[in-house]
T-cell receptor
Framework: GESVGLHLPTLSVQEGDNSIINCAYS??????FIWYKQESGKGPQFIID?????DKRQGQRVTVLLNKTVKHLSLQIAATQPGDSAVYFC????????????FGQGTRLTINP | DARVTQTPRHKVTEMGQEVTMRCQPI?????VFWYRQTMMQGLELLAY????????DSGMPKDRFSAEMPDATLATLKIQPSEPRDSAVYFC???????????FGQGTRLTVV
């Protein structure tokens, strides 16, 4: 079945360090994999996505890596800042047929000063 | 700055009452999602619309929940009758069919007492 899960529920890093958040997925038919950031009291905010035919995509301070061999997705945040503190969700989306945007449970990232 | 708008932001109601949550998707988006977020279950997909047609509502309790899109600018989620276990934050999101990303509203925090 379809499921998206996360390896760690919490992650603490020092300000300025790099963060890596990991995610495992099980639906090989997904077309996109997406990372969202959710701050307290707000809705999830899109960060970056990657198509299933890619293995790496970079954005501003963020990089997403996709390893289809082991069905693993990761989000790397460079030079973390206090504003990066939030819950991060990975999600997968299959856009053909009955589209479903399915979310994992989330990882809480805390940035220590 | 285009955004998904949800009303109300907060709703407290008594068990057995009808609750209606509204969502205005971003103009031009052709997909709309409804999610429910709780601490225990995370982000659960309740319903999905493409071009206003319901494509998937398998995650929604059919006996009490209903989702509609009367027009392209309005999506509604109704609960009748409401129960305490329905207490959660309900999110609406919209996007384009061919893209992996969806944009979320601020959510409606529902408390059923």
């Amino acid at each position: 079945g379809e499921s998206v899960g996360l390896h760690l529920p919490t992650l603490s890093v020092q300000e300025g360090d790099n963060s890596i958040i990991n995610c495992a997925y099980s639906n090989s038919a997904s077309d996109y994999f997406i990372w969202y950031k959710q701050e307290s009291g707000k809705g999830p905010q899109f960060i970056i996505d990657i198509r299933s035919n890619m293995d790496k995509r970079q954005g501003q301070r963020v990089t997403v890596l996709l390893n289809k061999t082991v069905k693993h997705l990761s989000l790397q945040i460079a030079a973390t800042q206090p504003g990066d503190s939030a819950v991060y969700f990975c999600a997968e989306n299959k856009i053909q047929g009955a589209q479903k945007l399915v979310f994992g449970q989330g990882t809480r990232l805390t940035i220590n000063p | 700055d285009a955004r998904v708008t949800q009303t109300p932001r907060h709703k407290v109601t008594e068990m057995g009452q009808e609750v209606t949550m509204r969502c205005q998707p971003i103009l031009g988006h052709n997909t709309v999602f409804w999610y429910r977020q709780t601490m225990m279950q995370g982000l659960e997909l309740l319903a999905y619309f493409r071009n206003r047609a319901p494509l998937d509502d398998s995650g929604m309790p059919k006996d009490r929940f209903s989702a509609e899109m009367p027009d392209a600018t309005l999506a509604t989620l109704k609960i009748q009758p409401s129960e305490p276990r329905d207490s959660a934050v309900y999110f609406c999101a919209s996007g384009f069919e061919v893209s992996g990303r969806a944009f979320f509203g601020q959510g409606t925090r529902l408390t059923v007492v």
